[in-house]
C-alpha cells in the first residue's frame, strides 16, 4: 500500500467524491488559486472549476449560511475555515441553524454539510489561531464530530462525512498534515461512531484524541521498556461516541486516562470519564479516572510556554506511573 501525507488523504478523500457526485463543493476564503490556508485544496480549481471550488468573502458567518442554505437544496457543500478558533464567528448558523433544521423540518429537510477545519497548537501562532474547541459544538444535539489522528482514518472518515445525511463537523489537527501512514488508492468509508484501538494493552486504558493519539503511543513505547502495558484508544469521532469499546478495555484493564490538547475545564476528557463512573466498568476501576488536558489560559506564542500549555509525552508517562502504582 502506497503511503501519503494526511493532508494529501484529506484532498484525495475530497477529489474522489467530487468526481462521483457533480453535488459535492467546497466554498473557504483562499482556497481557489492559492489552495487554503494549509495547502489542503492546492490544485482543486485547476480540476473542478471556480464554481465547485468556491472563493468566498472573508467572513465565518456567511461561508456557514451558505453552506446551510445549500445543503437544505439538496446540494453537499463542504466548507473550509482557515483556523477553528474562527468557528466562533459562525456559531449562529451551525449551533442555531445546522443543527437544528432536520429536527425542526420533522426530517422532511436535512442539511447533509461537513465543515472542516485546522485545530490546536504547536505551529506559533499564539491564543486566536490555536485553540482546540470540540467540546463546544459536542455540546450540542444534531451535529456529529470528528477528529481524525491519522492519514488513513482522516481519508475513510471524511468519505462517511460527506455521504452522511447531518451536519459534521470534521477537525483537522494543524501538526498531523505532515505526518505519513498507508492510505489505499480506492475509495473507502470509517464508520462514524467507532473507535479504534491503536495499540492494545493491559495494565492501563489511555484515552487519546487527535494529535495526542500519537503522543499516547510515543509514551507507550516509552513505558513497555518498563514493563507497563499501554492499550490506547482513539475515539475518533467524539460524537456519536463508542462508549462500548472504551468500557470493555476499562474493564480489562481496570485503569483509564484520558488526553486531550483541549483545557481540561470542561472538556470532553470529562464526558469520557462519566461514561465510566456510570458504566458497569466502574466497579472494575482499581485506580481514580485520570484527565489529562490543557492548561486554562490563551496558547501562548513563545514555543516553550506552548508546548508547557498543553499534554507533552512526559506528562503522559508520568500519569500511568502514578495510575498503576495507586494502590
Known sequence: MREITY???VREAMSQEMRKNDDVFILGEDIGVYGGAFGVTR????????ERIRNTPISEAAIAGGAVGAALTGMRPILELQFSDFITIAMDQI??????LRYMYGGKGSVPMVLRTPAGSGTGAAAQHSQSLEAWVAHI???KVVQPSTAYDAKGLLKAAIDDENPVIFYEH???????????????SIPI????????GKDVTVVATSIMVH???EAAEELEKEGIDVEVIDPRTLVPLDEETIVNSVKKTGRLIVVHEAVKRGGFGGEIASV????????YLDSPIKRLGGLPIPIPYNPNLEKAAVPQVPDIIDAVKETVRFK
Open 7 to 9: 493532508l494529501e488523504a
Open 43 to 50: 490544485g482543486m480549481i485547476e480540476e473542478f472549476g471556480p
Open 95 to 100: 449551533v442555531n441553524q445546522a443543527a437544528k
Open 141 to 143: 444535539p444534531g451535529l
Open 174 to 188: 494543524k501538526l498531523l498534515y505532515k505526518t505519513k501512514g498507508d492510505v489505499p488508492e480506492e475509495q473507502y
Open 193 to 200: 461512531g467507532k473507535a479504534d484501538i491503536k495499540r492494545e
Open 215 to 217: 503522543k499516547a503511543l
Open 276 to 283: 465510566i463512573a456510570e458504566s458497569e466498568a466502574f466497579d
